[in-house]
């Protein structure tokens, strides 16, 4: 049981680059999540999907795009990479139904130069 | 102002001690109350979680959420070394909806 899969699990980018994270979980979860974690600031919520088919913004949605391709897969897209933008992204995924624990992937860590 | 606060400490005890560790929130709609552990350069993952107000206890740890004055707080008993982590707080208005996190305490038990 694979859980929460991110990739890739490290990239350097530079600036104006675009890139797509990808995320697959197994669990059958109707809600998946993406967040990133910067020194202090803990995980805030870029966008996340409650269900198949929905998306929503989060705390810091400006820059990012997501995609919602099927119950299994939630993919991040950055169109014009910014060194702001560098950061440990999570992937998480939860029931969502009557079950608030998220799983978390393990992580991809982003610089952008 | 954040709608959930945390100290980021870091907070370093010695093995063996209790520890306390707490977040506020600002919003009184919220309902579902999580602490998770993250070790270093791992995923979060879920320690506890408490629905409304009250105490829960696992093993050396207890959840404790007070609706009256917002707050929540984690308990460690007999604290060891491994639990040498950081925890974050986290809450959310129902189990359909979104998941936010207060910034995580830093935690350090000395041997």
């Known amino acids: 049981n694979a859980g929460v899969t991110q990739t890739p699990k490290f990239q350097v980018l530079k600036t104006g680059q675009s890139m797509t994270l990808q995320c697959a979980q197994d669990?059958?979860?109707?809600?998946m999540y993406w967040y990133r974690q910067d020194p202090g600031m803990g995980l805030r919520l870029i966008y996340y999907?409650?269900?198949?088919?929905?998306?929503d913004k989060g705390e810091v949605p400006n820059g990012y795009n997501v995609s919602r391709l099927n119950k299994r897969e939630f993919s991040l897209r950055l169109e014009s990479a910014a060194p702001s933008q560098t950061s440990v992204y999570f992937c998480?995924?939860?029931?969502?139904?009557?079950?608030?624990?998220?799983?978390f992937g393990q992580g991809t860590r982003l610089t952008v130069v | 102002q954040k709608e959930v606060e945390q100290d980021p400490g870091p907070l370093s005890v010695p093995e063996g001690a209790i520890v306390s560790l707490n977040c506020t929130y600002s919003?009184?709609?919220?309902?579902?109350f999580m602490w998770y552990r993250q070790y270093s350069r791992k995923g979060p993952e879920l320690l506890m979680y408490?629905?409304?107000?009250g105490n829960k206890e696992d093993g050396r740890f207890t959840a404790q959420v007070d609706k009256s004055s917002k707050y929540i707080s984690l308990f460690i008993r007999d604290s060891q070394p491994s639990d040498s982590a950081t925890y974050l707080c986290?809450?959310?208005?129902?189990?359909?909806?979104?998941?936010?996190f207060g910034s995580g305490t830093r935690l350090s038990i000395r041997p």
């Open positions: 986290a809450t959310s208005y129902s189990s359909a909806s979104k998941i936010i």
């Open positions: 408490t629905y409304s107000s």
């Open positions: 999907s409650a269900s198949e088919g929905t998306t």
């Open positions: 998480a995924s939860s029931e969502g139904q009557g079950d608030t624990e998220a799983f």
């Open positions: 919003n009184s709609a919220f309902q579902y």
């Open positions: 669990m059958n979860h109707n809600s």
